[in-house]
């Protein structure tokens, strides 16, 4: 009797937070609000930030973000009668948070390998960023909303979903930084064929005019680069989240809030890039976690009829917390061993803090496609 019980529970729909349009347009709206004072008002003059000043921007985004998680924990249990699905929905959002903000730290690495080639001063890759991620919020409502869409009209997707984060573990355990290549992104490589560049640094700014001729700077094709990754990073982070949790509102939210504490978290790690030698590792492992979770729940739903995640939400945030935890304190005995050894255990690029930099963006900085 037991198991039919279970069989039963599994069996019944997730409920789901009641968002109609104006709860989205609320959210992009205090998205945008955000954005704008961060860019007039907190960082107004581009400048190098410094760690401490990271540190309390990190702090920032992450306490706004677990402030709007208790605000969903209280819509959810002014919605639901039973509290515990309050509190299942507030934990969804913080598993799915937390995903999203470990797999952004992989962002990190990538952007550092990106600012370095292009030898863009620190001062102005706050700029990019911004700009950036304002692209990448606009790029994950897109990514979110189909395959939220393709989910709920084809199971099937599950399946699909799954082993793309399966095959995307295996490829992030065992790639290495140096397989980045910046100048062979066919965006920025298409952006020289179509416009001018300038020959000149134009400080911040993504277009400029030389000799009469408008036309765009090494900065801008900057820009195309951090936001063409990011479409890469979304093709794992979306389906990783949405692995966890169906409900369409709180995979868009959790995955904005770590997107908008991306920029302070790049500057707060960017410079310490060997304290985190295993955590692809750890990442790795959540997004096979999660691919199996996917496809182990397809089965149940497919053949049996079960709505239910088979591993339940807070299981779930112990995994990941396991795993997050596991690489970190490798990496850090890691970098002890070597310390006291006299040696660098990083056989990998030195990539330290992103430096001043004093020799600006050039056109000679972009590769060009002309033989």
């Not at 968002?19 to 704008?36: D, E, K, R, S, Y």
């Amino acid at each position: 009797m037991a198991v039919f019980s279970l069989l039963a529970e599994a069996s019944r729909e997730i409920p789901l937070l009641p968002a109609t349009i104006w709860h989205w347009v609320a959210f992009g709206a205090f998205v945008v609000v955000m954005l704008t004072l961060d860019l007039t008002v907190f960082h107004r003059h581009s400048h190098e930030p410094t760690l401490r000043e990271s540190a309390m921007w990190t702090l920032f985004w992450c306490s706004l973000a677990f402030a709007f998680n208790g605000l969903i924990w209280f819509w959810a249990r002014q919605t639901f009668d039973d509290p515990t699905e309050a509190n299942r929905i507030a934990l969804e959002f913080l598993v799915g948070y937390v995903v999203e903000w470990s797999l952004s730290m992989d962002n990190v690495f990538v952007f550092a390998v990106i600012f370095t080639f292009f030898r863009v001063p620190l001062k102005y890759q706050y700029r990019v960023l911004f700009w950036g991620i304002l692209g990448a919020v606009l790029m994950r409502l897109t990514f979110v909303l189909v395959g939220a869409a393709l989910l709920e009209k084809f199971i099937d997707a599950m399946l699909v979903f799954g082993l793309i984060l399966i095959w995307t573990a295996y490829k992030l355990a065992f790639s290495h930084d140096e397989e980045v290549h910046p100048e062979n992104n066919l965006l920025m490589r298409g952006a020289r064929r179509l416009f001018p560049v300038a020959k000149e640094s134009h400080g911040n700014r993504f277009f400029a005019v030389e000799s009469g001729r408008r036309c765009v700077t090494p900065l801008f094709l900057v820009l195309l680069v951090v936001e063409s990754t990011d479409v890469m990073f979304a093709v794992d982070s979306v389906p990783a989240i949405l692995g966890l949790t169906k409900d369409t509102f709180i995979v868009f939210t959790s995955n904005v809030f770590a997107i908008l504490g991306l920029r302070a978290l790049y500057f707060l790690l960017a410079g310490a890039m060997d304290l985190f030698r295993y955590l692809k590792y750890g990442l790795a492992g959540i997004l096979g976690f999660v691919g199996g979770k996917m496809i182990a729940d397809w089965v149940a739903h497919r053949f049996y009829g079960m709505h239910e995640h088979l591993v339940p939400i807070w299981a779930s945030l112990l995994v990941i917390l396991v795993l997050l935890a596991i690489a970190v304190a490798a990496s850090l005995a890691a970098k002890w061993r070597a310390e006291a050894g006299g040696a660098n255990a990083n056989p990998e690029p030195n990539l330290d803090r992103p430096a001043s930099a004093r020799q600006e963006p050039s056109s000679e900085s972009v590769p060009s496609d002309r033989h």
